[in-house]
């Protein structure tokens, strides 16, 4: 009986490590991101410190990939400058980074012509629920794999500006 106690206690040990190890959120100990930038022809997304890039990725983009994204609904993703600016650990696309879309400039456009300017545009992984993904799939967001959302979400800290480029 004390065997078989023992027996399902490190069992269950065993199984909750093994839970642990599959975390969606890790650990970054490496120089700081001091600035993003996305070049949206190239659909490259750069990390750097200061001049160094310390990663890059493929991404996807809106549905409407080129020009600036000035009304909701258009399907572009923004061009200039703007800043991380929330951290959603619970998004419908694994992780997220907010992009603090829309500035001034976008809401006084979108207002000048009586539309809104939309907003919650992310940084973010897949969706969660199973889907099958084309180029540039996204409603104007910025798009990479779960994988890479992980080590972008543990490297990027609020705050952090992040340029877009055509």
Known sequence: MRLTRRFTLLAGIFALSGCASNSKFRTYRGPEVTRIIVNKNAREMHLLHYDRVLKSYKVNLGSAPEGHK????????????????????????????????????????????????????FIHGEPNAFAVLTPDWTAGCISVSNREIEDIYAMVRDGTPITLNA
């Open 70 to 121: 000035e009304l909701e609904g258009d399907g572009k993703t923004p061009e200039g400058e703007y800043v991380i600016d929330r951290r959603n650990p619970n998004s419908s696309f694994h992780l997220s980074l907010g992009i603090s879309y829309p500035n001034e400039a976008d809401i006084a456009y979108a207002r000048s012509i009586g539309k809104s300017p939309g907003g919650d545009i």
